[in-house]
C-alpha cells in the first residue's frame, strides 16, 4: 500500500468523523437542546431554578 492511499483513507475517516460531529451539534442546536456556556440563563442544569426560586441567596 502506497503512503498516499494511507494517508487519503486516514483523511476521509478523520472527515467523516468531523461531518457527524457537526450534523449532532447542529440537530442539538435545532431541537433546542445546546449549551451557551452562561449558567445563569441556562434552564438546563436548575442552576437557574434554584437562583430563581431563592433570589437573596449569594
Given at each position: 500500500m502506497?503512503?498516499?492511499l494511507g494517508n487519503l483513507i486516514v483523511t476521509a475517516v478523520l472527515a467523516g468523523?468531523?461531518?457527524l460531529v457537526v450534523r449532532?451539534?447542529?440537530?442539538?442546536?435545532?431541537?433546542g437542546c445546546h449549551c451557551s456556556g452562561d449558567c445563569c440563563?441556562?434552564?438546563g442544569c436548575g442552576s437557574s431554578k434554584?437562583?430563581?426560586q431563592n433570589p437573596s441567596d449569594p
Open positions: 502506497s503512503p498516499i468523523v468531523v461531518a449532532s451539534l447542529w440537530k442539538s442546536r435545532k431541537n440563563s441556562c434552564g434554584k437562583k430563581a
